[in-house]
């Protein structure tokens, strides 16, 4: 019986066999503007970036410094949401990686027992 080549298995469809999940990351560079990109490996990539072999806007304003992260289970989701940050303002990018500030308790929310009876 004549053995059949193997089967080519694109990248992403051998990351997701072995349970690898897909990062959606954003960084912000030396100049203050946000990069967004995905990954299967966040250290790898965030070397190549720091190093200056990941992209060219990122080699151009280094530093960079990891401000989001998202997992998403395979590269098709990854893209999707990173085609959708992309999308995103300016406004609603900085509000996606700036963490949120603890919210007041209005102190009237909780109104204190009046003890004792009627006068």
Known sequence: ????PPTRVPTDRKAEAVGAAWTV???RCGDGSLYTGITNDITRRLAAH???RASRYTRSRLPVRLVHTEFEGTKS???RREAAIKRLP???K???VTP???RARRRDAVRPRHEG???
Do not use: D, F, S
Request: aromatic share 4%; proline share 8%; charged share 15%.
């Open 1 to 4: 019986m004549p053995t059949r």
């Open 77 to 79: 989701l990854a893209l």
């Open 90 to 92: 300016r406004a609603a």
């Open 50 to 52: 720091a190093a200056g």
């Open 117 to 119: 009876g009627r006068a």
């Open 25 to 27: 990351y954003i960084l």
């Open 100 to 102: 949120a500030a603890p």
């Open 94 to 96: 900085l509000r996606l």
